[in-house]
């Protein structure tokens, strides 16, 4: 069997082949569909390794439509570069380094998410571009304000529109954030409706309506989670899962000494911000005897 390294870039990907009598063929092409099945097409079915990355998983799952078996590798395990040299690097040598890896079995195969959790993910990340564009919005409009006196009662965002509307603004202040205004009422449209689709979307998992039971858990951190791991079984005890989502300490230690400072801050951030605001909201609840007392 053959083994191919693509070094997968966005533009030109860098392709070394392997071939079972020992001879090697490397070929530089466009990231393209159409030039993946001109070159691998015809090849008889190959091992072919290539890391994790934004185009990954349609290089892997195009490749895999041709016939070749496809592994996707963890691009931060060492010994996949091994027989690189560290003091140069070129496209041709991370590819015909990847071919190597592939020889060898020096690879960590990274995990490939099923197509439900990435529909889900990318469903995740609009929305938080849509949070985060009215929450810049939002600061900008009380920064304005305020240089002249007036601020915005507190409240949720999505009163903030008329919050800002019934203050006695005069005329011209009134047009400078008058454009922000009018951009902020489709955006908590097309909030609301993310919302709506991702509640939709998390109702099919059997497994949402048991993180739910979780305090102060909604549908949008329950799906925001699921999508981030996909499958818990491939962690084989909770710590994995917290250092996978960087829940867990900095740590410096030798010989003797340990130093452990903050949180690692590593893989999916603003999963990690929504457990940790999840967190804050069940601290700050008042116990249940007090609720009990107060009702």
């Known amino acids: 069997m053959d083994h191919i390294g693509i070094d997968v870039h966005k533009r030109e990907s860098q392709i070394s082949i392997f071939a ?35 185009d ?54 990274a995990h490939r998410f099923s197509d439900p959790q990435r529909h889900v993910r990318g469903r995740v990340l609009v929305r938080d571009a849509v949070v985060r564009t009215r929450t ?23 009163s903030f529109v008329h919050r800002v509307q019934s203050l006695p603004l005069p005329g011209r202040l009134r047009s400078v954030i008058a454009p922000l205004l009018a951009l902020m ?31 102060c858990v909604g549908p949008v951190t329950a799906a925001a989670f699921l999508a981030a791991i996909d499958d818990a079984q491939r ?9 996978y989502l960087g829940l867990v300490p900095r740590e410096y230690s030798s010989g003797e000494t340990q130093r452990r400072g903050p949180i690692t801050n590593t893989g999916h951030s603003r999963t990690r911000w929504l457990l940790i605001q999840a967190a804050v909201s069940i601290l700050r609840r008042r116990p249940p005897q007090a609720e009990e007392y107060c009702g």
């Open 20 to 54: 079972e009598g020992g001879a090697i063929c490397e070929q530089r092409i466009r990231t393209e569909p159409g030039r993946f099945a001109a070159v691998l097409g015809a090849r008889p079915r190959a091992r072919v390794l290539i890391e994790a990355s934004t």
């Open 56 to 109: 990954s998983e349609w290089v892997a799952r195009h490749l895999e439509a041709l016939g070749h078996e496809v592994i996707v590798a963890d691009p931060n395990f060492a010994p996949m570069y091994a027989t690189r040299s560290r003091k140069v690097k070129t496209d041709r040598r991370d590819a015909r380094a990847l071919a190597e890896a592939c020889v060898l079995g020096a690879y960590r195969p």
């Open 136 to 158: 810049r919005y939002i600061s900008l409009i009380r920064a304005l304000l305020r240089q002249h006196g007036f601020r915005v009662p507190s409240g949720s965002a999505e």
């Open 185 to 215: 009422r489709p955006l908590n449209r097309q909030l609301a409706y993310s919302d709506a689709t991702i509640e939709h979307l998390a109702v099919q998992d059997p497994r949402v309506p048991r993180l739910r039971s979780v305090p």
């Open 235 to 243: 962690f084989r005890h909770a710590h994995q899962l917290e250092a």
